[in-house]
């Protein structure tokens, strides 16, 4: 039916829902570019400072050995450890799919790579980067931690220091160096994967 012959009593509800879905996208498009500006300034930093203890988000590990993106973050957690930034390395991140937990891998890498075992956490029970910040504000609470260095990949920073504030950390972000992985995510869909999880975070739906 032509706009022009929808009846009159019905017109005002076509407006309205107009306006309204216009309206909506606008407020939509301006929140996914607010999260993008965030997204790339904490890509942008590196606070690494004197902490209490590094704090390595998880990543893939297959059949014991960590992804190339895991072992990059690792990596760059052991060089700020032997750089004394912080005299604890905590690695985060549970079950990956097999008998082996992210955390648990994490440790063990870390300690091929000469970092002493005493100086490692291993967190094994997270499965999403909400619970990874939960469980390591109670790592911090009970070790009485009061700053952080957290590692990660550099997009996922933001997303990161959001959660960890609001469960009462205070960290410092230092991303990892970036390594090109075949068939991993591109830069954009790493940054449409953190604006889509961050605002599930945010309504609470993660």
Request: aromatic letters at 10%.
């Amino acid at each position: 039916m032509p706009a022009g012959s929808i009846p009159k009593p019905h017109r005002w509800i076509f407006r309205v829902t107009l306006i309204s879905t216009f309206v909506a996208c606008c407020i939509a498009i301006c929140w996914c570019f607010w999260i993008y500006v965030q997204i790339e300034h904490y890509a942008g930093l590196d606070e690494a400072s004197r902490a209490d203890a590094i704090a390595v988000f998880g990543a893939a590990e297959y059949d014991g050995r960590p992804s190339p993106v895991f072992r990059a973050r690792l990596d760059h957690a052991a060089a700020l450890y032997k750089r004394d930034i912080a005299p604890l390395i905590i690695a985060l991140g549970g079950d990956g799919g097999d008998e082996f937990s992210e955390g648990g891998v994490g440790r063990s890498y870390l300690m091929g790579v000469g970092i002493p075992e005493s100086a490692i956490i291993a967190e094994t029970k997270s499965r999403s980067t909400a619970e990874a910040s939960r469980r390591l504000a109670a790592i911090a609470r009970t070790n009485q931690f009061r700053r952080l260095v957290v590692v990660s990949d550099d997009t996922h920073l933001f997303r990161i220091h959001a959660i960890c504030a609001a469960d009462g950390l205070d960290v410092l972000v230092s991303p990892r160096p970036r390594v090109t992985v075949e068939g991993g995510s591109s830069d954009f869909e790493s940054i449409v994967h953190e604006i889509l999880s961050y605002t599930a975070w945010r309504l609470h739906v993660e």
